[in-house]
């Protein structure tokens, strides 16, 4: 947690395609790593989540992998379709007990 | 049945005013949260209640005043409005403290000082 960087901030992919969008963290002793999914004029919605014991987490198209070594954590949507357009946001745990969201990555899949 | 609601959904406003956001979650749960998405989409918390009681207070200035009357509401009020405050606000909930607990967000107040 306390720092979280988030890459790409925009996203344009073919519908169909795959998307990944990636996160480092820079507290080592962080040890859970949300996905949020804001829709246009919605607040952000938890879409999948990864706990540090585990290197890989799926849920249909949607799967986030961790590297505690390195540190960070990556979102995969495969088979992008068109309703996957938003603005993403990973998280982590900060200091004071709260979550420490990047900076958002926008995805748009074009039909 | 809305989870987590907020009014107004829009607040346009004078610099100077004073203004107030409600927030309400009908979720039972214990945790209540207010959020700041500026322009670039960057979403930062400021206030964190626990059962009424304050628990996360970020660098925020003292014009904004958080309110929890009961466990289910958490209002925002803010005096001598600037235009840096323009941003959209988002309340949210969860059932517990900490960050391991999913946060269900309100749809959002989009504030505009002019």
Known sequence: GENVEQHPSTLSVQEGDSAVIKCTYSDSASNYFPWYKQ?????????IDI????????????????????KHFSLHITETQPEDSAVYFCAAPGSQGNLIFGKGTKLSVKP | DTAVSQTPKYLVTQMGNDKSIKCEQNLGHDTMYWYKQDSKKFLKIMF???????????????????????????NLHINSLELGDSAVYFCASSLGVGPY???FFGPGTRLTVL
């Not at chain 1, 829709?39 to 879409?47: S, Y």
């Not at chain 1, 706990?51 to 949607?62: A, H, L, P, T, W």
């Not at chain 2, 005043?65 to 466990?71: A, G, R």
């Open chain 1, 39 to 47: 829709e246009l004029g919605k607040g952000p919605q938890l879409i």
């Open chain 1, 51 to 70: 706990r540090s014991n585990v290197g890989e987490k799926k849920d249909q198209r949607i799967a986030v992998t961790l590297n505690k070594t390195a």
């Open chain 2, 48 to 74: 964190s209640y626990n059962n009424k009681e304050l628990i996360i207070n970020e660098t925020v200035p003292n014009r904004f005043s958080p309110k929890s009357p009961d466990k289910a509401h958490l």
């Open chain 2, 101 to 103: 607990n999913e946060q």
